[in-house]
């Protein structure tokens, strides 16, 4: 029998054995599992994955078996079984460790998984050229080419993965003017200071709920930095089994937020938040970075929850769109901050808000999940846009860009008339009709 290429979930069952053996096999995960709802297929729960994960660790199973690479594959890594599991099994550390294993397993010449290596380690480990790759990306969306293209049709000849994914860069396009400058004030030397993530993605397509975010802050009285160079979370890295790049990554983010006064580490997605605190873990075994990486994680807050650390500014009426919000699986299961995002729009004078059903669902996001399982992908958001549908909402509100993008591409695509944005983003707004930004200045 093949040997476990690393050793990597061998290591993490021997350091989670007793939290791996406390799954009895209850099943109560199951139903709070979307792939398991869509499939029916045991391997496709966290009980039927976490067995072959056991079988890969205890030698087995082969760790190049078509069962460990599929099921483990078509994992959303949601982390919605830990809230369920009554026994406290820390799934999203095995699920990592497991996608390690099947990285290092995987045939070379597969071409999906060569783009996919390429990428992650030529490009998104690399500022410069992540920073050009999102340049180029923007240029091409503010053009109005991936509008155009999705309005010929002419991608789905090609296929529909490519069509879903012009659409998801369709989908980050602001549809609204927003303002351009940060209010008075900003410089006051007594003002409480914290320190802002800006993401990858979220700067490099969602410029906009950052400057929104930076403004939210200022109104409510706190100093903000962003520092210069902090990079990738690290996120796609660990999600893709490359761990090794993902702590590589974490040592540079470690550096450049580190301080010695203990501010507040904000950011405004749920996936980035939810790896920023995940640091501790992933460097644990790191002599030189382990005390670091925890004091590191300890200060990281979604901006829902630095907004709950005092009143927040009330904000005015908006209009009179109904809003519903869809809650980020990574600010849910990961930061436990889903609740502090929706209470963003608490702020708002006047909402129209209506709840919708399966808010605690995952939309089938999941990083680049959407482009590795598209059917799989697909039938979850189906369940996702026909619950937002029953809602008649205009607006949808969620706390992460990826889930932003997903949402509002198949939106897109179903021609559903939903607006999908982060809740930060109407809280600037009605701040802005407030008058809260009435003497600002050019920032």
Known sequence: MTPLASGNLQATFALAEQKLLACVHCGLCLEACPTYVITGNENDGPRGRIYLMRSVAEGRLENTSSAFSKHIGRCLGCRACEQACPAGVEYGQLLEASREELNSAQPKNDLTNRVLRFALKHVWLSKPRLTLFFTLSRLFRDLGLPRLLLKTRVLRLVSERAEFAMALLESSRPVKNEPNFLPAGQTDPDAPRVLMFMGCVGEGLFARVNRATQRVLHANGYSVEAPTDQVCCGALHAHAGDLEGARNLARKNIAALENTNGETIVTNAGGCGAMLESYGHLLANDAAWSARALEFSARVKDI????????????????????????????????????????????????????????????????????????????????????????????????????????????????????????????????????????????
């Open 304 to 443: 829902g929850q630095k907004l709950k650390d005092k009143v927040a500014a009330q904000g005015s009426e908006i209009g009179s769109e109904v809003i519903t919000y869809d809650s980020s699986c990574h600010l849910l299961y990961g930061q436990h901050a889903a609740d502090a995002s929706r209470e963003i729009l608490q702020q708002i004078s006047g909402l129209r808000f209506v709840a919708l059903e399966g808010s605690e669902r995952c939309c089938g996001a999941a990083g680049i999940y959407n482009l590795m399982q598209p059917e799989l992908s697909g039938e979850v958001l189906r369940e996702k846009l026909k619950n937002v549908a029953a809602t008649n909402a205009d607006v949808l509100a969620t706390g992460n860009p990826g889930c932003q993008m997903h949402i509002g591409a198949g939106a897109k695509l179903a021609g559903m008339k939903v607006r999908v944005c982060h809740p930060v983003e109407l809280l600037d707004e009605s701040y802005e009709r407030a008058g809260l930004y009435a003497n600002g200045e050019g920032s």
